[in-house]
């Protein structure tokens, strides 16, 4: 069987898809067309849970999860996710730098742009010019898949994850809050 570098990504990324939409919690209805939806804060690894507020299609409102380990209680960065979400400045959609200038892009432009970077990277460089910062509160099954990409099908050990640095700061507060 013989499957191209983009065919293996594409089957990646359905594959992740796939994996995070079975877990979906079902939304409880509230009054006045409100929706309450469980999930977890992607911040930090400390994967606080949070009940995330939708009206008309929008999060208008978060609140922590009082039956999970942060006990109803949510940090700066989880208790703002409503106006993070909301920013002006939040990047909606890939941008390209054509010209000096940041122009909208479409995804596949996009990741045709960073496929076609990595493989000049790699063919002038080796594979350790290249590199994949995943994130905290990535599935085991995203992280995985990332993983393998990197090792087995680039040929890099330069896999690294959020959690050492966002964390690090978290450990001062949990020292000052707790004690050693």
Same mark, same amino acid.
């Given at each position: 069987?013989?499957?191209?570098?983009?065919?293996?990504?594409?089957?990646?990324?359905?594959?992740?898809?796939?994996?995070?939409?079975?877990?979906?919690?079902?939304?409880?209805?509230?009054?006045?067309? !409100? =929706?309450?939806?469980?999930?977890?804060?992607?911040?930090? #690894?400390? &994967?606080? %849970? $949070?009940?995330?507020?939708?009206?008309?299609?929008?999060?208008?409102?978060?609140?922590?999860?009082?039956?999970?380990?942060?006990?109803?209680?949510?940090?700066?960065?989880?208790?703002?996710?409503?106006?993070?979400?909301?920013?002006?400045?939040?990047?909606?959609?890939?941008?390209?730098?054509?010209?000096?200038?940041?122009?909208?892009?479409?995804?596949?432009?996009?990741?045709?742009?960073?496929?076609?970077?990595?493989?000049?990277?790699? !063919? =002038?460089?080796?594979?350790?010019?290249?590199?994949?910062? #995943?994130? &905290?509160? %990535? $599935?085991?099954?995203?992280?995985?898949?990332?993983?393998?990409?990197?090792?087995?099908?680039?040929?890099?050990?330069?896999?690294?994850?959020?959690?050492?640095?966002?964390?690090?700061?978290?450990?001062?507060?949990?020292?000052?809050?707790?004690?050693?």
């Amino acid at each position: 069987m013989s499957i191209s570098r983009r065919e293996f990504l594409e089957s990646a990324a359905a594959a992740s898809a796939l994996a995070a939409l079975s877990g979906l919690p079902r939304p409880a209805q509230a009054a006045g067309g !409100e =929706k309450w939806v469980k999930s977890v804060c992607r911040y930090c #690894g400390t &994967g606080c %849970g $949070l009940y995330i507020g939708v009206r008309d299609g929008k999060v208008f409102a978060v609140k922590g999860d009082k039956e999970n380990h942060n006990q109803g209680f949510l940090c700066l960065k989880g208790f703002l996710l409503p106006q993070i979400l909301t920013a002006p400045t939040r990047c909606l959609y890939p941008m390209i730098r054509k010209d000096g200038k940041l122009v909208r892009a479409t995804w596949d432009e996009a990741m045709s742009l960073v496929a076609a970077r990595f493989k000049e990277a790699i !063919e =002038k460089y080796g594979p350790d010019p290249v590199a994949f910062y #995943g994130s &905290g509160q %990535g $599935l085991t099954e995203e992280t995985y898949v990332a993983n393998k990409l990197f090792k087995a099908g680039i040929r890099t050990n330069n896999v690294d994850g959020n959690p050492r640095l966002c964390m690090a700061s978290a450990v001062g507060g949990y020292v000052t809050t707790y004690g050693k």
